[in-house]
């Protein structure tokens, strides 16, 4: 049997600040496991760009393969998309953002297609600093091969078949915050009032935002022994601080517990408001959240929330020191300004 979703709504439906309401930010009906924390996060992707008044073709989605990589399909119809083979979403990402840096880049993958085969490219993008949001669906299994541990999976942790995981698993965190990533944090599908700000500021930083989502896997990963199902997921959360995202345009008000509390000013002037929950812990410091990760593991705890983020970020093409102009809209005239033009450049070489 097959579902269509209608194509109209109520006309009294809020409309955000372009004119979408929040079905013009919506895809086709999912054909993923009922309950499946990947359907969250699509629909937390989905609220924050309607909630950031996003124009949809402004943005271009990407993925590998896996059921991760099947989400794009289920969010922002109305959008730039490529499905790229198996652990190939960031070499086609820094080709489409170096041709045009114009648009938003948003990519999503797995445990499986970052943290195995497509590893090499993973840690590439992060070292160049390419401007884009990283969103990995981890739950620490293949489900579209029934279940066996990815490279996420935790030492120790028993799969649905009854074995027993005898290798570490990979925190990609940890991994992206060793290799100076500008914007690193961790959420859980199942939370959206901590996720949606978190990916609202992902697509606010200068440079490569990377959040890695905690998404059980109902069919082969939500079982008792399992580090990564629901009840264990909820038994053992621990957050970095109550986040919230203020766009620049709106005036910032906010409402927090007694405590420490910041705010964090982003390039384009939104602000991302903090108020600190982990001890010993400073969004801008790179050690201070490498340290406060290990000392949450070492505790049996997953710690959420953003862990690091650098202010002062410069994406590749600011590395680069590429034209304003987006390659891909340069013309002949532009690339072949004459033998004068030539002559000019290459005595500034003498």
């Known amino acids: 049997m097959s579902y269509i979703k209608p194509k109209f709504y109520h006309p009294s439906l809020k409309k955000n600040k372009v004119g979408y309401v929040k079905a013009d930010y919506e895809g086709v009906i999912s ?3 009922a309950g499946c924390g990947h359907d969250s996060i699509s629909g937390a992707i989905v609220q924050a760009c309607y909630e950031i008044s996003l ?3 402004k943005l271009a989605k990407l993925s590998g393969i896996g059921c991760s990589s099947k989400t794009p399909t289920y969010f922002l119809s109305n959008s730039h998309g490529f499905n790229s083979v198996h652990g190939r979403m960031p070499s086609i990402t820094t080709g489409a953002n170096m041709a045009n840096k114009d648009l938003i880049y948003l990519g999503v993958s797995g445990d499986g297609d970052t943290a195995s ?9 992060i070292r160049r600093n390419l401007n884009m949001t990283y969103i990995v669906m ?17 030492f120790g942790s028993i799969s649905k078949a009854g074995s027993n995981n005898p290798y570490q698993g990979i925190d990609l965190c940890g991994l992206a ?3 100076n990533a500008t914007f690193v944090g961790r959420s859980f599908s199942g939370d959206k009032t901590q996720l949606v700000p978190m990916i609202k500021a992902a697509m606010s930083h200068p440079g490569f935002a990377f959040l890695d989502v905690v998404s059980p896997c109902v069919t082969f990963n939500n079982n008792k022994g399992s580090t990564k199902s629901y009840s264990h997921v ?6 970095t601080s109550i986040f919230d995202f203020v766009p620049e345009q709106e005036e910032i008000t906010v409402d927090y517990k007694e405590g420490d509390s910041t705010d964090v000013e982003l390039f384009d002037g939104s602000k991302i408001h903090l108020s600190k929950l982990a001890p010993e812990w400073n969004p801008t410091d790179r050690f201070s959240a490498v340290n406060r990760l290990h000392e949450a593991k070492s505790r049996g705890q997953i710690l959420t929330g953003l862990y690091y983020i650098n202010t002062e970020s410069q994406d590749l093409h600011g590395k680069l020191d590429t034209v304003d102009t987006p390659l891909n809209k340069l013309t002949q005239e532009d690339l072949c300004p004459g033998n004068d033009k030539l002559q000019d450049i290459n005595q500034s070489f003498r």
């Open 31 to 33: 054909t993923l496991c």
């Open 55 to 57: 124009e949809p073709h």
């Open 117 to 125: 085969i497509g590893m090499g490219q993973f840690v590439h993008a």
């Open 138 to 154: 981890n739950n620490g299994c293949y489900g579209l091969t029934k279940g066996q541990d990815s490279a996420t999976a935790d």
């Open 177 to 179: 915050l060793e290799l």
């Open 234 to 239: 909820r038994a053992h959360i621990e957050e």
